[in-house]
């Protein structure tokens, strides 16, 4: 690698914005500017916010003696898009136009492209976006339920997903376009994935499968009905029991890892009890996706959060080792894994995807 290429990479959340720049493959410096509820309720929308998260970030770069002009491209965190593959794609006026649409979901992960655009037209480079939320590359029977009216949704932790999933083949020794693996995202919600040949063939999301620290994962069907049509719950409310106020928070009060290991070290039997169902439920989402595959995996990873948990690991890997070797890289690298995927554009490893709006 000859060429020195310097990438920005932006990651949009509701309150604060990841910045992070990288040198090729060595990170100069990340940040993580926040957002005041003073400053943020200036704006009627998110898509209004553009300006201001654009001019901070510009006001970053300075902070660190860099500069716009200095830059070889933009990677965004991709929005809420159709259905789109994984992998790299360039921001063009299409996309642009459509997360700032009013159809669109407001999510502030919209403004990743969105703000990359806007920076790189200003020095008349490329903007990207990679492994957006909203990647489905999954075979034609994952997508089928027995209601035709519900077909299954397409979500994961695709942007660390990925990362990870190539990082143990660089591991084990063997191409991510050419292995299989399966990655468990384990953080406030999971997400389990079976990737094959560089696409991800299927995946368990955060509400059909393990209950999670705040999330309430997979439940029988008959049963939240009758609780929707009980005339107890608003729809908020009801989200709130399934997202947010779910899972570990719900039983034993909290959603902090750390805090539930402290009470079974303390010999707290309920905290232990809901642990062990939630790796109990983890361990069959991974065993799920096995299926999909015929039990022929090269690798299992653990990511995110709840596997820094030496506990969490050790009880889910009793379980599944024998599926396969499993690897803990523990965290999320989403800002790696936005500059290293535009460092692969850049470099001609990979070929960026064109977005276009269907007529």
């Known amino acids: 690698m000859n060429n020195i290429s310097k990438i920005l990479a932006i990651n949009p959340g509701s309150t604060s914005t990841k910045v992070a720049l990288y040198c090729n493959e060595k990170l100069q410096f990340n940040d993580n500017v926040e957002h005041s509820t003073e400053e943020l309720s200036k704006f009627n929308s998110i898509a209004e916010q553009e300006e201001m ?18 830059l070889a491209a933009v990677v965004g965190r991709g929005g809420i898009l159709p259905p789109v593959q994984s992998g790299a794609y ?17 999510h502030a992960s919209n403004l990743g492209a969105i703000i990359a655009k806007s920076i790189a037209d200003s020095n008349n480079i490329k903007a990207y976006i ?44 063997c191409s991510y376009i050419k292995g299989t693996f399966i990655v468990a995202h384990l953080g406030g919600g999971v997400s389990v994935s079976v990737h094959k040949n560089g696409r991800i ?15 309430g994962g997979r439940v029988q069907s008959t049963a939240l009905i009758a609780l929707c049509c009980s005339g107890k719950y608003s729809q908020d409310t009801l989200k709130g029991l399934t997202r947010g106020n779910a899972g570990i928070r719900a039983h034993l009060g909290t959603a902090d890892m750390r805090e539930v290991e402290k009470r079974i070290q303390e010999q707290d039997t309920k905290a232990e009890l809901i642990l062990n169902a939630m ?17 022929k995996i090269d690798a299992i990873v653990l990511t995110g959060g709840i596997a820094h948990s030496t506990l969490v690991v050790e009880k889910i890997t009793n379980k599944i080792s024998f599926l ?19 460092l692969r554009v850049l470099n001609g490893e990979e070929q960026a995807h064109e977005f276009h709006i269907e007529k």
């Open 279 to 295: 790796v109990y439920q983890l361990s069959k989402s991974i065993g799920e996706m096995a299926t999909v595959v015929n039990g």
């Open 201 to 215: 063939l299927d995946s368990v999301s955060d509400d059909e499968g393990a209950f999670s620290p705040e999330r």
């Open 90 to 106: 360039i921001v063009n006026e299409d996309m642009v136009r459509y997360l700032k649409g009013s159809d669109v979901y407001a």
């Open 130 to 173: 990679y492994d957006p939320v909203t990647v489905d590359e999954r075979i034609e029977v994952a997508k089928i339920t027995g209601i035709p009216e519900l077909p299954r949704r397409a979500f994961c932790h695709t942007l660390n997903s990925r990362a990870m999933a190539r990082r143990c083949a660089e591991k084990v020794g």
């Open 324 to 342: 396969a070797p499993v690897y803990v890289f523990p965290g999320e690298c989403e800002m790696e894994a936005l500059a290293y995927g535009a």
């Open 53 to 70: 998260r654009k001019n901070k970030i510009i006001e970053l770069l300075k902070e660190n003696n860099e500069s716009v002009e200095g």
